[in-house]
């Protein structure tokens, strides 16, 4: 049981992450940011992203998958 409420969480979480991404660069696109500048700016959110991720990953598997989920 516990494991599908983690499961329910980490998907909603992953689900609105995925929503961030076209309604920031709608955003964007209403301050009149130009198309060039908005894929830049994209593209290192993008990176900012990822590089989290890997160390967030590296400290799942070190204390365990749950108490990091806890904890962040």
Do not use: A, Q
Not at 11 to 26: A, E, K, M, N, Q
């Amino acid at each position: 049981m516990r494991l599908n409420i983690y499961s329910l969480i980490f998907f909603i979480r992953s689900y609105v992450l995925g929503l961030l991404v076209p309604v920031l660069s709608l955003v964007l696109l209403e301050k009149e940011v130009s198309l060039s500048s908005l894929s830049i700016i994209m593209s290192i959110y993008s990176f900012i992203i990822i590089s989290f991720e890997l160390p967030s990953g590296i400290m799942s598997d070190v204390i365990g998958r749950k108490k990091h989920f806890v904890y962040h």
